[in-house]
């Protein structure tokens, strides 16, 4: 548990770093690449730091269901924008 | 209270199944407040895709750096939850309480840089209530900063809560009023909870400061 902990929280900081950079060398910074690094952040930190592996199916679908929650939120009301 | 008077509530057969029950009510908790602050994020995205010019002119004004510091501060006190959920689950009271206060130290870290920024925000007439020293000069800009601050202001309310619940526990662990193993669960409730309010930072960071910027 503890040595993935470790793992996983270098890995957040590598990540986060990588954002930076992004954002701070390349002019416009990336949107795309900056949110998908954001993602990667949210995957490590709840199969790392959370264990989310680790509960029962009762409580992963949980997670899931807010999750599909936001996807739907999320692809409904921009795709609209997106697609004009 | 010693570790072998720790007793399940009547309703439950033992410690195991209330701590599936309070895993459970606590993902329903949290699903809940990841639910609300999609609702912000989604308001900042269709800003961003509505408004590209003028959200571009309030993202050149933030202080990004801070706020990359500032994330690190959260992602460390994920860490330090971590093994201080480790150290609970060993019985480890000393370790445990170690890692609770620099958790909650780290917490307290985040909210001294943020309020740095807003006092560097609010002289520069980025926030609400300053608005004749703005450099923003379409609405458009200075409503996203309204939102920033809503998002960054309500995000920031739940870090003082995660500080205190930490904070609070430790000292309990101090006054030797958690006994652990037997109740490691409640470390691992407020630990659920400081990873999602981390976990909500992790989007709303790029969201407000990187995306987009120098456009």
Redo the contacts between chains.
Sequence with gaps: MKTRAVLAYLLLLALLLVQALLAGLVKPAPGVPIMLLALGQALVLLLGLVELRASSALVRLFAAASAFWLLLMFSLTLGELLTR | MTASEARPAEQFEDLRQQA?AD??GM??F???E??MF??LL?VL??YR??HPRET?EALASMH??LA?GN??LL??G??C???AL?AAREGEARVLRRWLWVAALLGLGFLAGKSVEYGLEFQEGLLPGNDPASPLKSGAARLFMNVYLTATALHGVHILVAVLLVGGLAWRVGRGNLPVPAKAVTVEMIA?YW?VV??IW??L???L???????
Excluded at chain 2, 209 to 215: D, K, P, T
């Design positions: 599936e895993r459970l993902w329903l949290l699903a809940s990841t639910m999609g609702g989604l995205w269709f895709l509505s571009a990004w750096l990359t994330t690190a992602l460390t994920s860490l939850m971590t093994l480790a659920l990873h981390d976990l992790l989007f960071y790029p969201t400061y990187l995306a987009g910027r120098g456009a």
